[in-house]
């Protein structure tokens, strides 16, 4: 599919964010198929079940919540990146950033990053957003510091049987 016929929720010069379409199954796997990115998500392999499940979760959370992990796409190489988003947690909302390792380092966390929480902030009004990073994750670390998140304490995560870092980024 062409970047020109897909739904954009969100975008900048650098980025594009979209809607899930119904032929992006090979998307998700491109991310959470990928162990270099999964290993810091949780200690098992996603199967190709659990991928499109994960999709099917995403289009669900959109329709009732107007947000998600969505398709992120880099205008200037044409090509997927990864995945950006936000759910909703009490009143905040938790961001979530999975990049292509081969697209780290060149400036798509933060732009993307900055498009969601501009939109959480502007938009859904959070008064927060949080994320949580695994402790070998030195590339969204990056990202988050680049975003303006400060550390605030660690959290146990189940899937990674691991203590994440948490983040906070208020909107004052």
Known sequence: MELKDRKVFLEND??????????????????????DIVKYMTSFAYTIQNINQMIDEEKRSF?????CNFPVFS??????IGV????????GYQFYLAIMPNKWHRGYGSEVGSLMIDYAF???KAPY?????????EYLEVVLEKLKFERASKRYW???????????????
């Open 14 to 35: 650098k980025v594009l964010v979209t809607l899930w379409d119904k032929d992006d199954e090979y998307l998700g796997y491109l991310i959470w198929g990928n162990p």
């Open 63 to 67: 329709q009732t919540t107007g947000v």
């Open 75 to 80: 205008k200037i190489e044409n090509a997927f």
């Open 84 to 91: 950006c988003g936000l759910h909703q947690v009490d009143r």
């Open 122 to 124: 502007r938009v859904l």
């Open 129 to 137: 957003v949080f994320a949580l990073r695994h402790p070998d994750d």
């Open 158 to 172: 189940k899937p990674t049987n691991k203590m994440h870092y948490s983040y906070w980024l208020s909107n004052s």
